[in-house]
T-cell receptor, first 113, second 115 residues
């Protein structure tokens, strides 16, 4: 079945540091890939998405590129801020699963001033 | 604010009991999804309803059931509760279903503690 593996946290960075959170997936067919973010006490919010190979999703300075050859969708940001502290989830949606999202285990990011 | 409302925010109960979690989707959204977030299992899809009908089922236990009412709100019923059912239960909604371009909107969750 479908699965998503993302790097384990927690990740602690200083403000303005470069961020990478690795995500790889296993899926049948051609899934859509997502990054969701969960701020403390809140539900998940879509951060960015990519629906086909080589697509780059971007939002709020975060980027991720759909790499079919390496089945990866790594999240990057060039300069993190304290306000980026949250839990980040990589997820996929397989067309055959009718929009059920399969999530990774989440990566806790803490950015220190 | 995602527009998805979940009640209650917190629920504390005992083993063997039954509880009902409620979700109101965003205005206009026809699909409701239920997810369970626990420390050991992570975020797992439980069940999806679309316009009142069950559309997809994930890792939902037989002790759990859900329904979507004509006004599109949904309820998740958890019975014969066990300690391991303690988790954060999320509801999400979307306009339709089965589209890669659709966005899911999540509520802030119901934290269930089974003592």
């Amino acid at each position: 079945g479908d699965s998503v593996t993302q790097m384990e946290g927690p990740v602690t960075l200083s403000e303005e540091a470069f961020l990478t959170i690795n995500c790889t997936y296993t899926a049948t067919g051609y899934p859509s890939l997502f990054w969701y973010v969960q701020y403390p006490g809140e539900g998940l919010q879509l951060l960015l998405k990519a629906t086909k190979a080589d697509d780059k999703g971007s939002n709020k300075g975060f980027e991720a590129t759909y790499r079919k050859e390496t089945t990866s969708f790594h999240l990057e940001k060039g300069s993190v801020q304290v306000s980026d502290s949250a839990v980040y989830f990589c997820a996929l949606s397989d067309q055959e699963s009718a929009r059920q999202l399969t999530f990774g285990s989440g990566t806790q990011l803490t950015v220190l001033p | 604010d995602s527009g998805v409302t979940q009640t209650p925010k917190h629920l504390i109960t005992a083993t063997g009991q039954r509880v009902t979690l409620r979700c109101s989707p965003r205005s206009g959204d026809l699909s409701v999804y239920w997810y369970q977030q626990s420390l050991d299992q992570g975020l797992q899809f439980l069940i999806q309803y679309y316009n009142g009908e069950e559309r997809a089922k994930g890792n939902i236990l037989e002790r759990f059931s859900a329904q979507q009412f004509p006004d599109l709100h949904s309820e998740l019923n958890l019975s014969s509760l066990e300690l391991g059912d303690s988790a954060l239960y999320f509801c999400a909604s979307s306009l339709g279903t089965a589209s890669a371009n659709e966005k899911l909107f999540f509520g802030s969750g119901t934290q269930l503690s089974v003592l």
